[in-house]
């Protein structure tokens, strides 16, 4: 694992935006960075140094001293050398860290964005999210990768030139100390005002993307009814919106430069004047009538390189503002409110990849029992709660069909089994543990799910019954056979390799949900949750499905939610929810 793939301290709820994205930052990983552009600035100040006392000594010495001009000169050199290779490396290694985490929190957040119990509690459309995934995250990376490196340099590198100036002359250092709060007090200003752009231009970018996604889903009834033109200049119209508002993000950062840069040149000549002044004998207060050349040209050619990190940084300011004007809706991704499983930093980071490739999750080696003990369910921003009090216990590999009329909370039921929706009030226990206690992946390799529309893969048959494709054909040959689909494949151009078109075309109902039931048996599922798996079949497939439920045998507890009668019969047992569930048998 690279070094840039490790976290930082945990992020807590209660962190500011900042804070949060500093606790994805390793810290290794960034004091590694630090440390190259602190070599850079030492590289810089000797290089600096180096010229300033050879230029000295070039007018004051006579010629038998060239062996010291040359000493100087080659002091000179090396640090040149020392802020080359410095700065060639630390802008690779913030470059690399940037690039990871930005890498790394796009897979964790793509991850989390399709788990159905993250869907169920989220409001942004495919637009918002798309945009969150690219462009905001996008954003992050200038922040890591030039802003934290010159807020480290902005620190350093003032206060070793305010060292090395003050003993040489203490007026000078004055100047320079009283003139550097002035810049990062304007930077905090301005940047005031810069956040609230750069928010504004992240939600208006989101408007404008969610219109066209709109727009684009609807494209066959603009034509139908001649609107293709409207749709075109509300779109026009959007884009010249966010235009405005990315000028006005512009002006606002060439403002801030336009000031700051002001401040640094009356310093700069401020402490040049006084200089002058000194040497030519003008000025004779302080420190002024001692002053030498070689002091004076020091404390010149280091003068600019007090407030080139502070101008650095200014400029770089707006990369700090545009990646908080992210953070709310990305650490919304990564930790909604009432959602179990853990966030970043705590979880995606702090494991090796390749450890947990190769850590295989925990088998169940039984079929689990299943208690509720007055579980109420609600959806997410639904007013009212789906299943109030509900009261349930399932014995381990039991067959139990759950019926009820519509609207009672059957798949509110099998939304919380899966783990997908949290339970408001009571216990869901699974073995005597709650779902959210089971790692995701242990809970993934024991539950199966059938539901009412079989969503099919636009790949081939085999890809479809084993998604993770880890099966060989003799495997997948016998699947097929144990759910009655042998015929099927024998039938297909390719067999197992026929590509189905989108949503399974190309196989009838029945037999897409033979394949979605297949899928659901491929990894021998403990706990099998099936809602209505009969509701589009005929008789005939009913039974045919309802038999190979039968073959089961036990290796598995099936909850399956139904209002068919012959599905409910061929059950171990059955049990009626009331229109608002309560206790059950």
Not at 158 to 163: E, S
Not at 213 to 240: H, K, P, W, Y
Not at 455 to 467: F, H
Request: glycine residues 8%; contains cysteine; hydrophobic residues 50%.
């Amino acid at each position: 694992m690279t070094a840039a793939a490790r976290p930082g301290p945990a992020a807590r709820r209660g962190d500011s935006p900042e804070q949060w994205l500093l606790s994805l930052v390793p810290r290794h990983a960034l004091a590694g960075v630090m440390a190259w552009r602190a070599a850079e600035t030492l590289g810089l100040l000797t290089l600096l140094i180096g010229l300033a006392l050879a230029l000295a000594a070039g007018v004051g010495l006579p010629a038998a001293a060239a062996p010291q001009l040359s000493l100087l000169l080659a002091i000179a050199a090396t640090g040149a050398v020392l802020r080359a290779l410095a700065l060639h490396r630390g802008e690779r290694a913030g470059a690399r860290l940037a690039s990871s985490l930005v890498t790394t929190l796009r897979q964790h957040l793509l991850a989390r964005s399709v788990q159905p119990r993250w869907q169920l509690q989220q409001t942004a459309d495919t637009a918002a999210l798309t945009l969150r995934l690219t462009r905001e995250l996008e954003t992050l990376e200038p922040y890591y990768r030039r802003y934290l490196p010159a807020l480290g340099v902005a620190v350093l590198q003032p206060l070793l030139i305010l060292l090395l100036v003050l003993p040489l002359d203490w007026l000078a250092g004055l100047v320079l100390l009283g003139t550097a709060p002035l810049i990062p007090l304007f930077m905090v200003l301005i940047g005031m005002g810069s956040a609230r752009l750069a928010e504004e231009q992240h939600s208006r970018l989101a408007r404008m993307g969610a219109m066209f996604l709109d727009r684009l889903r609807g494209l066959q009834t603009l034509r139908l009814f001649r609107r293709t033109d409207s749709a075109v200049q509300d779109i026009g119209q959007a884009a010249e919106a966010w235009r405005g508002a990315t000028m006005r993000v512009l002006r606002v950062a060439f403002l801030s430069s336009a000031v700051l840069e002001f401040f640094a040149a009356v310093a700069i000549a401020t402490v040049a004047i006084y200089i002058g002044l000194a040497l030519l004998g003008f000025f004779t207060l302080g420190p002024a009538p001692e002053m030498t050349l070689a002091a004076g040209l020091v404390i010149l050619v280091l003068a600019p390189e007090y407030f080139a990190p502070l101008r650095r940084l200014a400029q770089h300011y707006h990369d700090r503002a545009a990646a908080l004007a992210a953070v709310p809706a990305l650490r919304a991704m990564d930790e909604p409110a009432d959602m179990a499983a853990a966030p970043l930093a705590r979880h995606a980071l702090e494991r090796d990849p390749a450890a947990a490739t190769a850590r295989r999750p925990r088998r169940w080696p039984a079929p689990p029992a299943v208690r509720l003990e007055r579980v109420t369910l609600r959806w997410p921003r639904a007013m009212q709660p789906a299943v109030q009090a509900l009261s349930l216990t399932i014995a381990a590999g039991e067959w139990l069909a759950v019926t009820g009329p519509s609207g009672c909370g059957k798949s509110t039921l099998a939304a919380a089994l899966l783990g997908w929706l949290p339970v408001e009030t009571g216990d869901l226990l699974i073995d005597g543990r709650h779902p959210a206690a089971y790692p995701p992946e242990e809970l993934a390799a024991n539950l199966g799910w059938l539901g009412q529309q079989p969503q099919l893969l636009n790949a081939t048959l085999r890809a479809n019954l084993a998604p993770s494709g880890e099966s060989d054909t003799a495997a997948l040959a016998a699947l097929a056979q144990r759910v009655g689909l042998t015929d099927v494949v024998a039938a297909l151009p390719a067999g197992l390799d026929t590509r189905l078109g989108e949503d399974g075309a190309g196989l009838s109902g029945g037999e897409a949900q033979r394949v979605a039931l297949a899928r659901a048996l491929h990894r021998a599922p403990r706990l099998l949750v099936l809602d209505e798996p009969t509701a589009s079949l005929d008789a005939a497939h009913e039974q045919a499905l309802l038999g190979r439920l039968r073959a089961l045998g036990g290796t598995a507890t099936i909850v399956m939610l139904t209002h068919s009668e012959a599905a409910a019969a061929a059950a171990d047992r059955r049990v009626t929810l009331p229109t608002r569930a309560g206790p059950a048998a």
